[in-house]
């Protein structure tokens, strides 16, 4: 006697098969996409990192101690130019003053003493510095 169950079991496998490899496709693909996500995500923390990084003047006016012995010290601006011949600082663009410290640590420009000590700043420290310089006349 033929018991419909087995007349049909040879298909279970070949359905098995059918439903199981597109699910596991599909899920390899869920994980690849999440996996996209957080790379994404971590693209966007990094790119929007130093944005948010940018500047704190507060911050900087506690990193200016090994800048204001020659840039002029604090409340004292008659230290230079006169003094010190080296550039003002505030109320200098911020961007200019980010530039020109990457510009000594990378070595494009030459000034030892400003090479020497724009490597030991980080790109915080240079923007905190910045912003505190720029936000008037130190
Ligand atoms: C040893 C003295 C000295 C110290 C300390 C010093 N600087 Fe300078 N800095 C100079 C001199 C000199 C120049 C001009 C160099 C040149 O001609 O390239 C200069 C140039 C600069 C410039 C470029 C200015 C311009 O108008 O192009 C910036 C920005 C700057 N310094 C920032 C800083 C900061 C920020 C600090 C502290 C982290 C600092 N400096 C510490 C001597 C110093």
């Known amino acids: 006697m033929n018991f419909p169950g087995v007349d049909r079991a040879p298909f279970y496998p070949a359905q098995f098969k059918g439903f199981t490899q597109p699910v596991a496709g599909h899920k390899i693909i869920m994980i690849k996409?999440?996996?996209?996500?957080?790379?994404a995500l971590g693209i966007c923390v990094t790119t929007v990192g130093p944005v948010w990084a940018a500047g704190d003047a507060?911050?900087?006016?506690?990193?200016t101690r090994m800048c204001q012995g020659?840039?002029?010290?604090?409340?004292?601006r008659t230290a230079y130019?006169?003094?010190y011949s080296v550039p003002r600082l505030?109320?200098?663009?911020?961007g200019y003053i980010v530039a020109a410290l990457k510009a000594y640590k990378a070595g494009d420009r030459q000034?030892?003493?400003?090479?020497?000590?724009?490597?030991?700043?980080?790109?915080?420290?240079?923007?905190?510095?910045?912003?505190?310089y720029s936000s008037g006349p130190k």
Not at 34 to 39: H, K
Not at 58 to 63: P, Q, V, Y
Not at 70 to 76: A, D, L, P
């Open 58 to 63: 507060t911050a900087g006016s506690k990193k």
């Open 111 to 132: 000034h030892p003493s400003m090479r020497a000590i724009a490597g030991t700043l980080s790109e915080q420290d240079m923007a905190d510095l910045a912003a505190y």
């Open 70 to 76: 020659c840039h002029g010290i604090e409340g004292f």
């Open 90 to 94: 505030g109320g200098q663009q911020a």
């Open 81 to 83: 130019p006169e003094v």
């Open 33 to 39: 996409k999440l996996a996209t996500s957080f790379l």
